[in-house]
């Protein structure tokens, strides 16, 4: 029982990095250690951990946590965190109903280049602040990553969705998509600058936009070994689908098996949460196929070229290879503290 006290625990310090508050199903789904929900519920019963539409740890619980007894004192700091749980539920809605937005998608959609299209960060668990953008991770066919990433951004810039440095020269469309940030914690620690800093004034330059951080090549779509970690299971595990086709979803979580190793309850709570709708797609190989595909192939052959040649000018911490691309900056999870 000790131990599983400390396998809650360490689910909730995740999540408190985050100002989120997770449910009795991602309590369940982010333990790494085997259990039935009914079971994991009478543990939290007994060791006075109250998962109701979000969980929390009352005042009175023998779990040996002073920083995280101290986030929630009494029950109108617990109503507090839930009327902000709320509004940011609320804010993530508004944001994925923005009329541009719904727009992106369906355009996205219509490519064959695009296989997938999934809520990623925040906006996955609908806990976006009213300052963020939507972040998104994209699946295309094969031999169309740089053709399908050529045509996100475009879009995005067409819908003036795309998201800008501060400082931005013409080539950087082509360039890393997305400048680094710090995570919520960090940030939230600099609110005070508001007051001091006049440049904290000017309008925040992601509010609303979309961040293309993420793409797999079909061909290849499993997490490299070095990056199948904690923070990235949970983020495999976290994206949500709105654009599936061919059953690229399905195939993406098979070859991932290794999240469902570092979270064995997570299989059976993935399958009732994500059902999309996935689009087949009809290849007919006559002439005419063989001939476009060919020409298809020279046109990502040079976006290729021309691209990487771009990201690497403007390149930190981003892992880029022939079939994975990722904008994220690698000391991010170092600074999640869970352990």
Same mark, same amino acid.
């Given at each position: 029982?000790?131990?599983?006290?400390?396998?809650?625990?360490?689910?909730?310090?995740?999540?408190?990095?985050?100002?989120?508050?997770?449910?009795?199903?991602?309590?369940?789904?982010?333990?790494?250690?085997?259990?039935?929900?009914?079971?994991?519920?009478?543990?939290?019963?007994?060791?006075?951990?109250?998962?109701?539409?979000?969980?929390?740890?009352?005042?009175?619980?023998?779990?040996?946590?002073?920083?995280?007894?101290?986030?929630?004192?009494n029950s109108n700091e617990a109503m507090k965190q839930w009327n902000n749980l709320t509004?940011?539920?609320?804010?993530?809605?508004?944001?994925?109903?923005?009329?541009?937005?719904?727009?992106?998608?369906?355009?996205?959609?219509?490519?064959?280049?695009?296989?997938?299209?999934?809520?990623?960060?925040?906006?996955s668990m609908m806990n976006a602040e009213e300052d963020d953008d939507v972040d998104l991770?994209?699946?295309?066919?094969?031999?169309?990553?740089?053709?399908?990433?050529?045509?996100?951004?475009?879009?995005?810039?067409?819908?003036?969705?795309?998201?800008?440095?501060?400082?931005?020269?013409?080539?950087?469309?082509?360039?890393?998509?997305?400048?680094?940030?710090?995570?919520?914690?960090?940030?939230?620690?600099?609110?005070?600058?508001?007051?001091?800093?006049?440049?904290? *004034?000017?309008?925040? /330059?992601?509010?609303? +936009?979309?961040?293309?951080?993420?793409? =797999?090549? #079909?061909? %290849?779509?499993? @997490?490299?070994?070095?990056?199948?970690?904690?923070?990235?299971?949970?983020?495999? *595990?976290?994206?949500? /689908?709105?654009?599936? +086709?061919?059953?690229?979803?399905?195939? =993406?979580? #098979?070859? %991932?098996?290794? @999240?469902?190793?570092?979270?064995?309850?997570?299989?059976?709570?993935?399958?009732?949460?994500?059902?999309?709708?996935?689009?087949?797609?009809?290849?007919?190989?006559?002439?005419?196929?063989?001939?476009?595909?060919?020409?298809?192939?020279?046109?990502?052959?040079?976006?290729?070229?021309?691209?990487?040649?771009?990201?690497?000018?403007?390149?930190?911490?981003?892992?880029?290879?022939?079939?994975?691309?990722?904008?994220?900056?690698?000391?991010?999870?170092?600074?999640?503290?869970?352990?």
């Open positions: 029982m000790k131990q599983l006290n400390k396998e809650i625990i360490k689910v909730i310090k995740y999540f408190s990095f985050f100002a989120y508050y997770p449910t009795l199903d991602e309590i369940h789904t982010f333990l790494q250690v085997k259990i039935t929900k009914n079971e994991l519920n009478g543990e939290l019963k007994r060791i006075k951990y109250t998962p109701v539409e979000y969980s929390m740890l009352s005042q009175n619980s023998k779990v040996k946590s002073q920083k995280l007894k101290s986030k929630i004192k509004n940011r539920k609320q804010i993530s809605q508004s944001k994925l109903n923005s009329s541009r937005f719904k727009l992106y998608i369906k355009l996205l959609s219509i490519f064959p280049q695009i296989l997938l299209v999934g809520l990623s960060g925040s906006i991770f994209i699946i295309t066919a094969k031999n169309r990553l740089f053709t399908g990433r050529l045509i996100a951004l475009i879009l995005a810039q067409l819908l003036g969705l795309r998201r800008r440095r501060t400082s931005e020269k013409l080539d950087t469309l082509f360039s890393t998509a997305t400048p680094q940030r710090e995570p919520l914690a960090i940030v939230s620690k600099k609110a005070s600058s508001l007051l001091t800093n006049p440049q904290s *004034l000017i309008p925040n /330059p992601f509010k609303n +936009k979309v961040c293309l951080n993420l793409f =797999f090549d #079909e061909s %290849n779509l499993k @997490v490299p070994k070095f990056k199948q970690t904690l923070f990235v299971g949970h983020e495999v *595990l976290q994206m949500k /689908p709105i654009v599936i +086709k061919d059953n690229i979803y399905q195939r =993406f979580l #098979e070859v %991932n098996e290794w @999240v469902f190793r570092l979270f064995p309850n997570a299989r059976e709570v993935v399958g009732r949460k994500y059902k999309a709708l996935s689009i087949k797609q009809k290849k007919s190989l006559n002439t005419y196929y063989l001939i476009l595909n060919t020409f298809f192939n020279k046109i990502e052959q040079s976006l290729k070229g021309y691209q990487l040649h771009l990201i690497n000018r403007h390149r930190t911490t981003e892992f880029i290879t022939p079939t994975q691309l990722w904008f994220h900056p690698d000391d991010f999870e170092k600074k999640i503290k869970y352990k």
